[in-house]
Structure formats: C-alpha cells, structure tokens
C-alpha cells in the first residue's frame, strides 16, 4: 500500500498492532497533515494479493475496503504488481 508523506509521525508510539485503518489513531494521522498533501481526499490506500481488493480512506469518516474494481485480480509469488498514482 501507500499512504501520505507524514515525516512527523512517531511510529514508537504505537504497538505492534499498528493499522492506518485503526479509527482511534486517526486524528494522530490529520494532525500529521503536512503541506505536500495538497487537495487530495484519499490518505492511505492498500491492494491485497489474495483477492485483488482495495482499500481506501480519507480518515474524515470516508472509506471504502474490500472493493471490487473494474480488472481486479489476484497475484501469486514472482507476480509484479504496480500502482498507478494521479497526484494532481
């Protein structure tokens, strides 16, 4: 997956169950907004292998997992995956 630039974010203080997905962490990752986020709504987003879902969130009470999408498939061990970004 890939989420948005936050360089002032401590990793330290999370355990090991750490999600950008968990809603009790969520202001922790707003209050980390820098200016190279720009106008964008989608923060984090994930491609899981097994299925080819995606999951996305804004972190603002928006978010789509386990979406189906047009040309969604799977990959195995060897596959390459690639992820297309509109940053504009």
């Known amino acids: 997956g890939i989420v948005r630039p936050m360089p002032n974010l401590d990793p330290n203080r999370y355990d090991e169950h750490f999600s950008f997905y968990d809603h009790s962490m969520l202001d922790n990752f ?8 720009g106008t964008g709504n989608v923060h984090v987003c994930e491609y899981y292998c097994n ?8 972190w603002d009470g928006e978010e789509q997992l386990g979406v189906d999408w047009e040309g969604m498939e799977g990959c ?6 690639g992820m297309l970004l509109n940053l504009d």
Do not use: I, K, P, S
């Open 30 to 37: 707003l209050a980390a907004r820098t200016g190279e986020w």
């Open 76 to 81: 195995e061990t060897g596959d390459a995956v």
């Open 51 to 58: 299925h080819g879902n995606m999951f996305w969130t804004n």
